[in-house]
């Protein structure tokens, strides 16, 4: 984002209070990032929280590789072996 993208900040409110600091930090943040593009694919608020879980183990497109599959078997046979394996292939680096 240039300088030129960037929306002017909104007027200082009075932040005497804590609520108010929090509420206008939070102004800012969605003045200046609207819209966040989450790299990690998933379908529904459970699969992006396995996602992000298994990110902290290896890279945003490692996880997008192995979470189609894992995914596919988890619902297939939860219970699954595989499942497990599947998740720790995602500390594979090649």
Request: glycine fraction near 2%.
């Amino acid at each position: 984002m240039s300088k030129a993208d960037v929306p002017a900040p909104l007027a200082h409110p009075d932040l005497s209070t804590k609520a108010a600091r929090v509420q206008w930090v939070m102004d800012e943040l969605e003045r200046l990032y609207p819209e966040v593009p989450v790299p990690l694919d998933h379908t529904d608020p459970y699969t992006l929280l396995v996602a992000v879980l298994l990110s902290a183990q290896c890279t945003d497109a490692r996880v997008n590789q192995i979470t189609p599959a894992l995914f596919a078997r988890a619902i297939a046979h939860f219970s699954d072996k595989k499942v497990t394996v599947l998740v720790a292939t995602s500390g594979d680096t090649g």
